[in-house]
């Protein structure tokens, strides 16, 4: 007996979201490599894995986007913003930050709901304010008690926000878009690809361009390797998946499944790669996981 649409839609995303999850685990394994030289890697191998599959399909209609001015704008503007959130994404796990990552991911539900209101006059339901003033309200604790703002949080939660708003303008299937914000994107990810990053004597970041800057990758082992070519595939399944598990599903239940993947890779950063994270931090990520509940709840209620 076949399942029923939700069903299958529930499946579909509970598995987009738990490849999501576990990512921090795959990046770790490619830590060796250079975030930057990883994320021009991920737009290059992603492109040609995407665009193979449109092409395959005989699908070129995505290939005419530059027609449209507007349309053409627009996915500049995602492929820049995605760059971004990818690359902030792979540093902040490789540089022992998975926790602040989750916690990105929480809050960004609520970031487009603000989103949502400023763009497209959506209404607010009383549990969505209370939610988002104690996502608020976590956020300046946990800068009280770090002493500076969760940046890598907030990069990420405020970049995969607007990247979302900016999708939510454009009528693409996720792989056309895809294929599009890579190949907008592909000047960038050769530019990262051919330049070395290091420090100065002062301990300034620095980048200069080096025709050699790839030399090292050749010294590391075969399954290294290996990894990093199937970054493409990383990051396409799980987008191909949520994709098609988003149709089936209502916005409710589809907003409780988002919450498995900052929940897995705030367990994998603690539990895993043992990150610092002092026991005051956890009246933090209270307010943080309350506000969760409750974006759940009042997502309910508007689809009651």
């Given at each position: 007996m076949d399942k029923s649409p939700i069903g299958k839609g529930a499946i579909f995303a509970a598995l987009s979201y738990l490849m999501w999850g576990i990512l921090p685990l795959y990046w770790k394994t490619l830590a060796a490599i250079n975030s930057l030289h990883i994320l021009g890697f991920r737009i290059i191998f992603s492109l040609v894995l995407v665009g193979s599959i449109l092409l395959i399909r005989k699908n070129v209609s995505w290939l005419g986007f530059y027609k449209d001015r507007r349309l053409r704008v627009l996915m500049i503007l995602a492929g820049i913003t995605i760059s971004f959130n990818w690359g902030l994404y792979i540093w902040a796990v490789n540089s022992g930050h998975t926790i602040e990552t989750s916690l990105g991911y929480y809050i960004n539900p609520l970031i487009s709901i603000v989103f949502g209101l400023v763009f497209f006059r959506e209404k607010l339901n009383v549990l969505q304010i209370v939610s988002f003033c104690l996502a608020i309200t976590g956020v300046l604790i946990l800068t009280v008690f770090t002493g500076r703002l969760p940046w890598v949080s907030l990069g990420l939660a405020l970049s995969f926000a607007l990247y979302g708003l900016l999708k939510k303008t454009v009528s693409m299937s996720a792989l056309e878009s895809l294929s599009v914000e890579t190949l907008v994107s592909l000047p960038l990810g050769l530019l990262l690809l051919f330049t070395s990053f290091g420090t100065n004597m002062n301990g300034t970041a620095i980048s200069f361009p080096d025709?050699?800057?790839?030399?090292?990758?050749?010294?590391?082992?075969?399954?290294?390797?290996?990894?990093?070519?199937?970054?493409?595939?990383?990051?396409?399944?799980?987008?191909?998946?949520?994709?098609?598990?988003?149709?089936?599903?209502?916005?409710?239940?589809?907003?409780?499944?988002?919450?498995?993947?900052?929940?897995?890779?705030?367990?994998?950063?603690?539990?895993?790669?043992?990150?610092?994270?002092?026991?005051?931090?956890?009246?933090?990520?209270?307010?943080?996981?309350?506000?969760?509940i409750l974006y759940i709840i009042s997502l309910k209620k508007r689809n009651g």
């Amino acid at each position: 007996m076949d399942k029923s649409p939700i069903g299958k839609g529930a499946i579909f995303a509970a598995l987009s979201y738990l490849m999501w999850g576990i990512l921090p685990l795959y990046w770790k394994t490619l830590a060796a490599i250079n975030s930057l030289h990883i994320l021009g890697f991920r737009i290059i191998f992603s492109l040609v894995l995407v665009g193979s599959i449109l092409l395959i399909r005989k699908n070129v209609s995505w290939l005419g986007f530059y027609k449209d001015r507007r349309l053409r704008v627009l996915m500049i503007l995602a492929g820049i913003t995605i760059s971004f959130n990818w690359g902030l994404y792979i540093w902040a796990v490789n540089s022992g930050h998975t926790i602040e990552t989750s916690l990105g991911y929480y809050i960004n539900p609520l970031i487009s709901i603000v989103f949502g209101l400023v763009f497209f006059r959506e209404k607010l339901n009383v549990l969505q304010i209370v939610s988002f003033c104690l996502a608020i309200t976590g956020v300046l604790i946990l800068t009280v008690f770090t002493g500076r703002l969760p940046w890598v949080s907030l990069g990420l939660a405020l970049s995969f926000a607007l990247y979302g708003l900016l999708k939510k303008t454009v009528s693409m299937s996720a792989l056309e878009s895809l294929s599009v914000e890579t190949l907008v994107s592909l000047p960038l990810g050769l530019l990262l690809l051919f330049t070395s990053f290091g420090t100065n004597m002062n301990g300034t970041a620095i980048s200069f361009p080096d025709p050699h800057s790839l030399s090292y990758i050749l010294k590391l082992p075969f399954h290294t390797l290996f990894l990093l070519i199937v970054c493409g595939a990383a990051t396409t399944i799980p987008l191909y998946l949520f994709s098609k598990g988003a149709k089936m599903l209502p916005l409710s239940t589809l907003g409780f499944i988002q919450f498995l993947s900052p929940t897995l890779s705030f367990l994998t950063g603690f539990f895993i790669f043992h990150e610092y994270f002092p026991p005051h931090n956890f009246i933090a990520f209270g307010f943080i996981w309350t506000a969760a509940i409750l974006y759940i709840i009042s997502l309910k209620k508007r689809n009651g």
